[in-house]
């Protein structure tokens, strides 16, 4: 996927050559490794201000209806060091989180934060991953054909669904979902996880409202494309419509496309929390509900950190496609 | 506007008119609800729509339009109230970024940046927290949690304005800085802020009914001010099976006024002609 400035030339030798001085000249690395220091400090911002925060918070973890005696809750409060001056508190939490211990869990005592997060990721990424891939599968085709034909009956309907989509909160269409597919026609199952039959739903679900986002921004900046000189450029050589729009136009939108792909993650880690709730799904948002409802402060901040960190990981990917899809980022 | 087509015109219309509906629905409900909203009845449990009760009742017996009615104050305080503090709050900080320019400039948008990379519904759960979940607490970190947007759009305002030849003849004639501030870049800059407000209204109700909704949102069952439309759901949602009724109201209700807010955002979007960056 060449850049498309070249009026929609096919590169020469040439511009090859240069392409390929611009990419040495200046290694993607130095950026890649700045963009890491920077994905690290931001982490470390966001376990200091979580930090700070739960512990300004009212109300502590062991208020419970039955008040405890003073003696169990003096107990309970040396136990996980909570009766430590704040600052060592925080250093102890910071030490253990660079050894990847997230500590205890005030809620459930057999099992420690780095375990409860273990167990249950696999199943949101899982969710998460087959999410991305339906808004992907279904956004590009969608905007591309509501793109092509501009104007048309084909195009209105996009766009109206895509607006229904956006406007739709992804409970709501859970459980309309949940009550049409599984419950009226009992096509599709819901309130389990282990068979093809139970994902479909929660993925739909998930990806609906990024899709429909995703699409409408398809096909804007493919309308604009469509409109560019190289199109035309390419058009009047006479090259296949197919090869024309994919190729030349498809390509070059991809910029603008991935630029919202960080705040796409984003959406689907917290949307991911509500589809875990409605469908019942044993994944990591769902935990992180019952943690806030319980004050499990521990859980709270470890469940917070890897959702920090999984959408640091997703603009650092999303930083390195942009090189990919267009060459001329890496000299930047 | 007049160089609207007469199809745009008509989206900004009627949206208009469903947001203002649901607004005056809203803080009209202690006068217009059929029932008082603390009333039941016990003989008249989930009841399907009727004429005495059009939506139903609810588990307890409760009228279910007076409870939607009283969800839509609850919505639209928090919609408009965090709409408001954000747009203080960014407004002012962008301003000054954008003004200061310079270092200020760059470490006050790095906060911003930071704040804004991260997912708002984390935030807000956070924030929650800490303010509690009544109503005001709510507002406060919902208005914590929007008004980057704000400060984004005013600092971008402000650098585009400072730039205009206008502004640069009033700099030469000797006005102060406040002034120009004031006079010149603030009305300039207001359509766009116009636009983000509308925005923000929505996603504002959005976040406030899903976290209702799964349970750490507003916690107060009997309050007089109403119940959240996402709490009116979540009761409907676990009866859906036999009564799909109880949850088809509030989440109609809910839908719609997103939508509504959605799409008079666009269509204003479109008549002041703000170009999305």
């Not at chain 1, 290694?27 to 376990?47: D, N, S």
């Not at chain 1, 009992?186 to 389990?192: I, N, S, T």
């Amino acid at each position: 996927m060449w850049p498309c400035a070249f009026e929609g030339d096919i590169p020469s030798e040439n511009d090859n050559a240069l392409i390929k001085r611009y990419i040495y000249a200046s290694p993607m690395i130095p950026i890649l490794l700045k963009r890491t220091v920077h994905g690290v400090i931001v982490l470390w911002i966001v376990a200091t201000f979580t930090f700070l925060l739960l512990r300004l918070a009212p109300g502590g973890p062991f208020d419970s209806e039955r008040k405890l005696p003073p003696e169990v809750l003096a107990n309970l409060e040396a136990k996980y060091h909570l009766d430590e001056p704040v600052l060592q508190q925080y250093a102890r939490y910071l030490g253990g989180l660079a050894r990847g211990d997230f500590g205890p869990s005030y809620k459930y005592l057999d099992r420690n934060v780095a375990e409860i997060i273990s167990e249950t990721l696999p199943t949101s990424a899982l969710l998460g991953g087959l999410a991305l891939m339906f808004t992907i599968l279904t956004a590009f085709p969608i905007g591309l054909l509501a793109a092509y034909y501009r104007g048309s009956l084909i195009d209105r309907w996009c766009l109206f669904v895509a607006t229904l989509g956006i406007s739709l909160p992804n409970f709501i269409l859970g459980a309309l979902l949940i009550w049409l597919v599984a419950l009226e026609l009992g096509w599709l199952q819901a309130g389990r996880w282990d068979d093809w039959r139970s994902v479909i739903l929660p993925t739909v679900t998930l990806g609906a409202a990024p899709a429909a986002y995703l699409s409408a921004l398809v096909r804007s900046t493919l309308i604009e494309t469509l409109g560019e000189d190289f199109v035309r450029t390419a058009r009047a050589k006479g090259l296949r419509e197919s090869v024309v729009v994919v190729k030349h136009a498809l390509a070059h939108s991809l910029i603008p496309t991935l630029t919202v792909m960080g705040p796409l993650a984003a959406a689907l880690l917290t949307g991911s929390f509500v589809v875990e709730y409605v469908f019942a799904i044993p994944g990591m948002g769902r935990f992180f509900i019952t943690a806030v409802t319980d004050r499990d402060y521990p859980l709270i901040m470890g469940v917070t950190l890897v959702y920090t960190a999984i959408l640091v990981g997703a603009n650092f990917i999303v930083d390195v496609l942009y090189g990919y899809v267009d060459p001329r980022i890496r000299a930047h | 506007m007049s160089k609207l087509a007469p199809a745009a015109n008509a989206w900004l219309v009627s949206s208009a008119c469903i947001v203002s509906i649901v607004i005056v629905l809203g803080f009209l409900a202690p006068w217009i609800a059929p029932y008082s909203v603390g009333g039941l009845e016990a003989k008249r449990l989930l009841e399907p729509p009727s004429s005495a009760h059009w939506m139903g009742t609810d588990g307890l017996g409760r009228d279910l339009l007076t409870r939607v009615l009283y969800g839509a104050r609850v919505s639209m305080t928090v919609g408009l109230g965090t709409a408001l503090i954000a747009l203080v709050i960014g407004t002012i900080y962008g301003l000054i970024a954008g003004f200061k320019g310079g270092n200020w400039d760059h470490f006050l948008m790095r906060v911003v940046d930071i704040f804004y990379g991260l997912p708002d519904m984390l935030i807000f759960i956070l924030l929650s927290l800490l303010f509690g979940r009544n109503i005001g607490g709510l507002l406060l970190a919902l208005g914590l949690v929007t008004w980057v947007r704000f400060a984004r759009i005013a600092r971008g305002q402000v650098l585009q304005a400072k730039e205009l030849p206008f502004v640069e003849s009033a700099a030469a004639l000797g006005s102060s800085r406040s002034r120009i501030l004031l006079r010149h870049i603030l009305p300039n800059i207001i359509a766009p802020i116009i636009v983000t407000l509308t925005f923000s209204i929505p996603s504002a109700i959005l976040a406030e009914s899903t976290l209702s909704f799964i349970g750490i949102g507003i916690n107060d069952p009997y309050s007089a001010w109403g119940t959240s439309w996402g709490t009116l759901a979540q009761d409907g949602y676990r009866a859906m099976r036999s009564y799909p009724h109880v949850i088809a109201f509030p989440a109609a209700a809910i839908f719609v006024t997103i939508l509504a807010f959605n799409t008079l955002g666009n269509a204003l979007r479109d008549a002041l002609d703000v170009k999305e960056k």
